[in-house]
């Protein structure tokens, strides 16, 4: 059963990082394209970032400015760099596979103030 538990988020002041990592198990994570969603305030959840099992990444709009995501496949890891924080940035952010499972992790907040 795959399993996701994202950490690493928290209050971050705009212009500030945060580093965000999620431990994935339950499936073969180092042949699966992994990606970060994030759900904002009233709002949907949306794809923030993709990176594929061979490395290959993708990010939505501008986020490739400001984001890196990375994977460790050694230690079935996922991570989001996130630089420049903007308080649109805010929301609860969740790792899946690119083809997302049911089983979503809890996510983790992130909070950007000015």
């Known amino acids: 059963q795959v399993q996701l538990v994202e950490s690493g988020g928290g209050l971050g002041q705009a212009g500030g990082s945060l580093r965000l990592s999620c431990a994935a198990s339950g499936f073969t994570f180092h042949g699966a394209a992994m990606a970060w969603y994030r759900q904002a305030p009233g709002k949907l959840r949306e794809w923030v970032a993709l990176i594929e099992s061979w490395g290959a990444t993708n990010y939505k709009d501008n986020l490739r400015d400001r984001f890196t995501i990375n994977r460790d496949d050694d230690n079935n890891m996922l991570y989001l760099q996130m630089n420049s924080l903007k308080p649109e940035d805010t929301a609860v952010y969740y790792c899946?596979?690119?083809?997302?499972?049911?089983?979503w992790g809890r996510g983790t907040q992130v909070t950007v103030s000015l």
């Open positions: 899946n596979l690119y083809q997302p499972s049911a089983n």
